[in-house]
C-alpha cells in the first residue's frame, strides 16, 4: 500500500465532518458572546479572543477530538502595577491576578453557557475548564507580547508564545500538510505516544510537535524519512550547530531538541520521553517495512488469550484508585513513575549491590480515577542464598573484620566471600515488603492501591499487562533492552 492509498483510506476516518465543525463553531461562538458580556459588566477592555490549539485558526484537530482552548489575550497594561521588584514575587502577583480574572470572569461566563463540570485548572498559572456535548473547553489568559519581544526578553506566561504559534501554522502550512499533520497525530495516538495520557513513556509526542514536524519536513514522508535521525540531529531555526546548541545544559538533558521557532530559549521536544521516542521510531520501521492503514487508526486495548501469555517474562501489576479529586491526573502519573523507579532499583539489586532481579522494566497506564503500574523482570523467584563478595585476601586487616563478622566466610580465588540466605525469594513477597516498608500512603497521597497481581485482576490492570505483551515486549526483545 503506497502513501497515496493510506491517505484516501484514513483521512475520511481521521478527520472532523461538517457536523462536528458546526457544533464546534456554536459552542465557540456562544462562549465568546459569554465572556464578552461578563468583561463589560466588570468593566474589562483591552483584551481580545481567540481560539488556539488544533480547533483554532490551524484547523489540524482530529475527527472526536475537537477541544477547545479559548485564549483571552491580554495588554501587558493589565499588569503594570502587578509587577514587582523580584521575578518571583512578580510571578505570584500575576498568578493571583489571573486566578482572579479565572474566578471572577471565565468561570461564570461557562456556567452562562450551561457547560457541565466548570471548575478551575491549574499548570503555571490558573485557567478554567468545562465540558458541553462531547468537547472539553479550556479558557487560558495570557498576554500579548510581540514576537521579538519573546525572542529577547522571553515570557510572561509559557502560553504568551501561542498566539504566534498558531498564525506560524496557520501562514505556513497548505491543506495538504495539514492533513499530514493529522496523519502524524494520529500516527502517535495509535502508537500510543501522544500527548500527556501517553501510554508509552511518561509524555508522549504533542499536537505542536506534530504541526512543526511537518513544517520543517514538508510531509509525512520525509518526518518518517528523518526520525531515527531525530534523536542526533536537533532541529533549530535560528541556524545554530548541534555543537552551539549542546552547549546548553537544558538542552543536553532533552531526548530530543526541536526549538521553538518563536523562542530560542525553548525546546518544545523537552518534554518527550525518550522511550515515547525510541517507540515511535520502532512502529515507523515497522511501517516502512509493511505500510498499512492500520498503523493510523488506534484500537481499543483487548484482553488477552491463553496462548498471548506464554513464554512472557514475570510481572507485577499494581493497579491504584485516585481517592483525592483535586489533583490532576498528570501529577498522579509522575507519582507513579517516580515510585516505579524507585521500586525497580529495590528490585534489582540487593541493598549490598548483587543481582536480586536484574534489569526491571516498569511503564504506567491509567484512565482516570485508575491508573495503573506494571513490572517485568526475567523471574519470578530467586535462589535461596546469593554470594557476597567481601575484601581482598591483601587488604589483611579487613580480611579479619571481615570474617570477624561473618564466622562462615570462605575463600575464593582472591577474595573472600559468604552465603547469605534470602528471607524473600518471590516477585510478590518483594514488590509487598517495599510497599509496606516505605509506605504506600506517604508516597502516594492521592490514590490508594487496590490489587496487586501477577497478570492483572481489574480492567485496568489487564489493560497494562496487554499493552505490556503485545506492544512493549516485542519492542523491548528487538531492541534488545530487556
Not at 499588569?79 to 482572579?100: F, H, M, P, V, W
Request: with cysteine; aromatic share 10%.
Amino acid at each position: 500500500m503506497d502513501w497515496n492509498q493510506i491517505r484516501e483510506r484514513v483521512l475520511p476516518l481521521i478527520s472532523p465532518d461538517e457536523k462536528e465543525l458546526e457544533q464546534l463553531q456554536g459552542i465557540i461562538k456562544s462562549i465568546k458572546t459569554s465572556l464578552t458580556r461578563r468583561a463589560s459588566e466588570l468593566r474589562i477592555t483591552d483584551y481580545r479572543l481567540e481560539t488556539q490549539g488544533s480547533t483554532g485558526q490551524k484547523q489540524t484537530m482530529l475527527k472526536g477530538a475537537s477541544d477547545i482552548d479559548l485564549f483571552v489575550i491580554l495588554k501587558k497594561s493589565h499588569i503594570s502595577s502587578y509587577l514587582l521588584d523580584t521575578k518571583k514575587k512578580s510571578r505570584e502577583s500575576i498568578r493571583n491576578y489571573l486566578a482572579g480574572l479565572v474566578d471572577s470572569w471565565f468561570v461564570p461566563a461557562l456556567q452562562d453557557c450551561q457547560c457541565e463540570d466548570v471548575h478551575i485548572s491549574y499548570a503555571e498559572h490558573p485557567y478554567a475548564s468545562a465540558h458541553k456535548d462531547h468537547f472539553e473547553i479550556d479558557i487560558v489568559g495570557c498576554f500579548d507580547l510581540k514576537l521579538e519581544e519573546i525572542r529577547q526578553h522571553g515570557t510572561i506566561t509559557a502560553v504568551d508564545r501561542t498566539p504566534h504559534h498558531t498564525r506560524l501554522i496557520k501562514n505556513s502550512l497548505t491543506s495538504q500538510q495539514i492533513e499530514d499533520v493529522r496523519l502524524l497525530k494520529s500516527f502517535f495516538i495509535t502508537c500510543r505516544a501522544y500527548g500527556d495520557k501517553s501510554a508509552i513513556g511518561q509524555m508522549g509526542f504533542t499536537g505542536f510537535s506534530a504541526e512543526i514536524l511537518i513544517y520543517h519536513f514538508n510531509s509525512i514522508e520525509c518526518v518518517f524519512k528523518n526520525f531515527e535521525s531525530l534523536k542526533n540531529t536537533p532541529i533549530d531555526f535560528f541556524s545554530r550547530t548541534r555543537e552551539e546548541l549542546l552547549e546548553d545544559t537544558n538542552f543536553v538533558k532533552s531526548a530530543l531538541v526541536i526549538i521553538d521557532p518563536t523562542d530560542p530559549r525553548r525546546n518544545l521536544a523537552a518534554s518527550i520521553s525518550e522511550r515515547s521516542y525510541e517507540f515511535v521510531s520502532y512502529k515507523i520501521d515497522k511501517f516502512r517495512e509493511n505500510p498499512s492503514e492500520e498503523f493510523f487508526l488506534p484500537k481499543k486495548i483487548e484482553p488477552l488469550s491463553v496462548a498471548d501469555v506464554q513464554g512472557i517474562p514475570a510481572t507485577i501489576v499494581l493497579e491504584f484508585q485516585q481517592i483525592i479529586e483535586d489533583v490532576h491526573y498528570t501529577e498522579i502519573r509522575d507519582k507513579l513513575y517516580s515510585f516505579g523507579r524507585r521500586l525497580s532499583k529495590f528490585l534489582e539489586l540487593e541493598q549490598t549491590g548483587e543481582r536480586r532481579f536484574g534489569p526491571v522494566f516498569f511503564e504506567v497506564y491509567f484512565e482516570p480515577p485508575e491508573f495503573a503500574l506494571i513490572l517485568a523482570c526475567e523471574s519470578s523467584r530467586l535462589a535461596e542464598t546469593y554470594r557476597h563478595k567481601g575484601p581482598h585476601v591483601n587488604e589483611e586487616q579487613n580480611v579479619r573484620r571481615f570474617k570477624d563478622k561473618h564466622p562462615n566466610a570462605f575463600r575464593e580465588g582472591n577474595f573472600y566471600w559468604i552465603e547469605t540466605k534470602r528471607e524473600m525469594i518471590s516477585l510478590k513477597d518483594h514488590t509487598c515488603f517495599y510497599l509496606n516498608s516505605q509506605g504506600i500512603q506517604k508516597l502516594l497521597r492521592q490514590v490508594k492501591l487496590n490489587r496487586l497481581s501477577s497478570k492483572g485482576d481489574g480492567i485496568i490492570g489487564k489493560k497494562i499487562f496487554a499493552l505490556f505483551v503485545r506492544e512493549i515486549l516485542p519492542f523491548l526483545k528487538e531492541k534488545k533492552k530487556f
